[in-house]
């Protein structure tokens, strides 16, 4: 190669790596906390034809660093970095993703570099991600996940504000040890009670009936109650070695209803069964049967309720001692799923989950 192409070379790396240096992460500003922010899909990704498209726009489109770049204010605020764990609408969320997920946040949040996590998310699933961590993150720093229920190209988009609060949350010393949280609309949630109420709503995430964990009011955050349910730290469930789930399928309960759907979830190989029944969780005569049977093959039986709110009474609507079903509390049916997920990782006795179910 000759010399002229020698020293061609030389130049460019040298132009490369001072630019390099040029584009370095914003230098850290050590009075501002760390928030890594760990990007999974969703609307707060998404991108619709005109800025009035607010259904029928692409979700899971725009890479973390373009979310960062979009909101400015984040680095007045905290130091933030960001990662991309996943690029899907939240519909699609899988068990692997929430592996890597969780895997990814213990990681971080064991180093003393990182004081608190966001994770953006699709808000169709958002619940059920932040119950999953809120069971096996371990560690009592903040892990904030926020969403947003129009995209960055509408008017109005609540994305960027919602990122904001999720970023100033995540960097609370107050958020710690309350468990996962999800901010949407200035309002905290926790990750236990908080659920989708509305299909399209801006203020669609709340727990109806034990209410918001506190308020975002002009970037502060401000708290109000916490959970009494053991989480993070307090948790006995441990996903290191794990590279799937126990499969669980929910049946859902109404009139005029078969065993039909609950037996074909057994032959798939389930290995826990959450019945969402109606009322305080009964049972209509032909699925119970299909339960007490699929109890006999060593599935695991939750009772839940399609309500939505309130204790589901163990034996109740059904002799749960004698049918050796575990009663889900106040779990709804997509929480009731992932406890029992986790608890089967764990044990197979009824006792012992019956127990988790009223701890967590
Ligand atoms: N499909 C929805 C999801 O990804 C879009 C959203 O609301 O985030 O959950």
Request: net charge neutral.
């Given at each position: 190669m000759n010399r002229k192409v020698l020293v061609t070379l030389a130049v460019l790396v040298v132009f490369l790596c001072s630019m390099q240096v040029a584009f370095a992460a914003e230098p850290s500003n050590n009075h501002l906390p760390n928030v890594k922010i760990l990007a999974t899909g969703g609307t707060i990704a998404g991108s619709g034809a005109t800025s009035t498209t607010t259904v029928g726009y692409t979700a899971a489109v725009v890479p973390v660093d373009a979310l960062i770049n979009n909101v400015p204010e984040l680095k007045k605020v905290a130091n933030v970095s960001g990662e991309q764990i996943a690029q899907i609408a939240s519909e699609n969320m899988t068990n692997k993703v929430w592996l890597k997920l969780a895997k990814r946040i213990n990681e971080l949040l064991a180093s003393d570099d990182v004081d608190g996590i966001v994770v953006t998310h699709g808000t169709d699933t958002i619940e059920e991600t932040a119950y999953f961590l809120n069971l096996v993150v371990k560690s009592e720093k903040p892990v904030v996940i926020v969403g947003a229920m129009?995209?960055?190209?509408?008017?109005?988009?609540d994305g960027p504000m919602n990122l904001y609060n999720a970023v100033v949350i995540a960097g609370t010393k107050e958020a710690r040890n309350k468990g996962v949280l999800v901010c949407l609309n200035d309002a905290i949630n926790g990750a236990r009670e908080v659920t989708k109420t509305n299909t399209s709503l801006l203020d669609t995430f709340r727990a109806p009936e034990l209410g918001y964990l506190g308020y975002m009011q002009g970037g502060k955050a401000y708290f109000y109650r916490e959970s009494t349910r053991k989480h993070t730290t307090q948790s006995e469930f441990d996903i290191t070695g794990l590279t799937d789930l126990p499969r669980v399928d929910i049946v859902y309960g109404y009139a005029n209803n078969s065993r039909d759907g609950l037996d074909a979830f057994v032959a798939h190989g389930a290995k826990g069964i959450v019945h969402a029944g109606v009322g305080d969780g009964s049972l209509f005569t032909e699925v119970k049967q299909g339960l007490i049977d699929a109890r006999k093959q060593g599935v695991l039986i939750v009772r839940s309720s399609r309500v939505g709110n309130g204790i589901l009474a163990r034996n109740g609507e059904a002799n749960d001692d004698e049918l050796d079903f575990v009663a889900s509390d106040t779990l709804n049916p997509q929480k009731s799923r992932i406890l029992l997920m986790l608890a089967l990782t764990k044990t197979h006795d009824t006792k012992e989950i019956q127990r988790m179910f009223w701890e967590y």
């Amino acid at each position: 190669m000759n010399r002229k192409v020698l020293v061609t070379l030389a130049v460019l790396v040298v132009f490369l790596c001072s630019m390099q240096v040029a584009f370095a992460a914003e230098p850290s500003n050590n009075h501002l906390p760390n928030v890594k922010i760990l990007a999974t899909g969703g609307t707060i990704a998404g991108s619709g034809a005109t800025s009035t498209t607010t259904v029928g726009y692409t979700a899971a489109v725009v890479p973390v660093d373009a979310l960062i770049n979009n909101v400015p204010e984040l680095k007045k605020v905290a130091n933030v970095s960001g990662e991309q764990i996943a690029q899907i609408a939240s519909e699609n969320m899988t068990n692997k993703v929430w592996l890597k997920l969780a895997k990814r946040i213990n990681e971080l949040l064991a180093s003393d570099d990182v004081d608190g996590i966001v994770v953006t998310h699709g808000t169709d699933t958002i619940e059920e991600t932040a119950y999953f961590l809120n069971l096996v993150v371990k560690s009592e720093k903040p892990v904030v996940i926020v969403g947003a229920m129009r995209p960055p190209t509408a008017m109005s988009a609540d994305g960027p504000m919602n990122l904001y609060n999720a970023v100033v949350i995540a960097g609370t010393k107050e958020a710690r040890n309350k468990g996962v949280l999800v901010c949407l609309n200035d309002a905290i949630n926790g990750a236990r009670e908080v659920t989708k109420t509305n299909t399209s709503l801006l203020d669609t995430f709340r727990a109806p009936e034990l209410g918001y964990l506190g308020y975002m009011q002009g970037g502060k955050a401000y708290f109000y109650r916490e959970s009494t349910r053991k989480h993070t730290t307090q948790s006995e469930f441990d996903i290191t070695g794990l590279t799937d789930l126990p499969r669980v399928d929910i049946v859902y309960g109404y009139a005029n209803n078969s065993r039909d759907g609950l037996d074909a979830f057994v032959a798939h190989g389930a290995k826990g069964i959450v019945h969402a029944g109606v009322g305080d969780g009964s049972l209509f005569t032909e699925v119970k049967q299909g339960l007490i049977d699929a109890r006999k093959q060593g599935v695991l039986i939750v009772r839940s309720s399609r309500v939505g709110n309130g204790i589901l009474a163990r034996n109740g609507e059904a002799n749960d001692d004698e049918l050796d079903f575990v009663a889900s509390d106040t779990l709804n049916p997509q929480k009731s799923r992932i406890l029992l997920m986790l608890a089967l990782t764990k044990t197979h006795d009824t006792k012992e989950i019956q127990r988790m179910f009223w701890e967590y």
